[in-house]
């Protein structure tokens, strides 16, 4: 036999009890090859070529699931990011390439799509003006579509300018979406030093220094590590790194296999597997829960930032070996809304928003989908996004921004968005403001360690 | 392809022969097969080939399905690979 019984036993109940899965294949598809001065003509090309690219790749997926016995949630399509497309046609609203992409997407079956961006970190131009000013509408008009602005880089500063537009244009985003309490801004992430071969929604778009078409592979696995700590309690730390490293291995093979398997049968390259363990509201795959099967009685106390320190290292050292090309985000996802461990914590006032913030700083992706009550301002959202910014810039890491202001809702209620997106307890922000400071725009300029030449 | 079936569930007699004669009809070759018994509850893990060329592992996961009704046990078929993958250097 290939392997011991043991082996095969314990691979099924991961699957099975631990919540083994594989949250998403995205495929990556170029669009550069779409641009045409006239909007139109470029739109046709766009919803043409993904629906070429993608047509099989629900049914390949399905296939591999069936094959390999593991769930795959969704199956997403990163795009080149739509200012650099439309901005050689003369539309002055690309609301309507944020309806090509949805349709294109819904077409093929894809969960979600992603790249309705902007990369603005050092400067904006006109076209990235103009599809940040359609983002509101584009989310709200639209099912499956994602957006992600990137604002700052460790090389190019913080562009306090965007981020500033940024805050405004969450809010708006929140606005328009209010019968849903903003849900619309489930869908937008504001970055700082953002990757190109993001798997993970909503902040995937496909970089122009990508192949035209690739495959990448996210993986979803703290059921696993969390049933592998239970296994050798009262260990010390080093010994718990270890254990992490070893389930790490294992849930990150699968994700190689995955995306190789999809790559040979979409006949499109390989493209990364993104080693970040992505949590889902239920129980039993949730990443506070793992810190605090570490020995916190609850996620957000002191020591928590040490312990997703250890979690996240552990988690690269494990993936790195496991598979043939390491990308995307690779961080530690906490969203408040998608963890049912930090769902609790945030209900229940354990966890706040600078306790989040250090923990973005020493290793997770960032504040995600982190409900803030309903009348905080454009300018205390941006200065939000700033700080987050600082940290990504100055520590040479991607760091993200979802939040979502809940219109009509105030501290301690809850946002339910349902299915992956899960539920948000609503936050309580600072009240001082940060009016003036967000006002001065301009830029923060890049670090002196940005220029490593 | 190679495969590998778990079939897991309250023992009685006859789940050995009926799930082999299930596959033989699907023309699974069995390879190995080892099986036991915790209290009354009965794992068996086997492992398969088939040909790819005449059959998928959808047909024959839908193939053993009456099977695993009838005897009142869980038969999961899933490709060697996913095993290998996690398992080996």
Known sequence: ?453 | MKIILTVTGLDHVGIIAAVATRLAELEVNILNVSQTLMGDYFTMIMQGSFDETTRTIEEIQEGVRPVAESAQVEIRIQSEAIFQAMHTL
């Open chain 1, 1 to 453: 036999m290939i392997d011991t019984n043991a082996n095969i036993l314990e691979t099924i109940q991961m699957i099975e009890e631990d919540k083994l899965d594989i949250r998403t294949v995205t495929m990556g598809i170029s669009l550069l090859d779409c641009i045409d001065s006239d909007g139109e003509a470029a739109r046709r090309r766009i919803y043409d070529k993904i629906t070429t690219r993608a047509a099989e790749l629900v049914s390949v997926c399905r296939g591999i699931e069936a094959e390999l016995g593991i769930p795959i949630i969704n199956r997403r399509i990163a795009v080149t990011p739509i200012a650099l497309i439309a901005g050689a046609s003369s539309d002055e609203d690309y609301v309507e390439y944020a309806k090509i992409l949805d349709a294109a997407a819904q077409a093929v079956g894809v969960d979600f799509i992603g790249g309705f961006s902007a990369l603005v970190d050092k400067g904006a131009t006109p076209a990235d003006e103009r599809l940040i000013a359609s983002i509101p509408r584009a989310l709200a008009e639209t099912d499956v579509v994602c957006s992600s602005v990137n604002i700052a880089s460790s090389r190019g500063g913080i562009n306090m300018t965007a981020v500033k537009r940024m805050g405004e244009v969450v809010r708006e985003t929140a606005e328009l979406t209010a019968d849903a309490h903003g849900f619309g801004c489930a869908k937008l992430v504001v970055f700082a030093n953002a990757v190109s071969d993001n798997p993970f929604m909503a902040g995937a778009f496909h970089g122009v220094q990508e192949a035209d078409c690739v495959v990448s592979v996210g993986v979803s696995g703290p059921g696993v590590v969390k049933r592998a700590l239970e296994k050798v309690p009262g260990v010390p730390l080093d010994a718990c790194a270890e254990t992490i490293k070893k389930a790490a291995f294992k849930i990150t093979r699968v994700g190689q296999l995955v995306g190789t398997l999809a790559a040979e049968r979409l006949g499109v390259e390989f493209g990364i597997v993104d080693l970040s363990l992505a949590p889902t509201a239920e129980v039993g795959d949730s990443v506070a829960r793992v810190l605090e099967e570490l020995g916190l009685e609850t996620v957000g106390t002191h020591g928590t930032t040490a312990a997703l320190a250890l979690l996240n290292d552990a988690m690269k050292k494990g993936g790195l070996m496991a598979c043939s090309r390491v990308g995307g985000l690779s961080g530690s996802f906490i969203p408040i809304s998608e963890d049912i461990g930090m769902i609790e914590a945030a209900a229940a006032g354990a966890i706040t928003l600078d306790k989040l913030e250090a923990m973005t700083a020493i290793c997770s992706v960032g504040l995600d989908m982190v409900a803030v009550p309903g009348e905080t301002s454009a300018a205390t959202l941006s200065a939000m996004i700033a700080d987050e910014a600082a940290i990504g810039v100055m520590n040479h890491k991607t760091t993200a921004v979802r939040l979502i202001p809940a219109i009509g809702l105030g501290v301690g209620e809850v946002v339910e968005f349902g299915g992956l997106l899960g539920r948000a307890p609503v936050m309580p922000a600072h009240e001082a403001s940060s009016e003036v400071f967000v006002a001065r725009a301009g830029n923060i300029p890049s670090p002196v360690h940005g220029f490593r030449n």
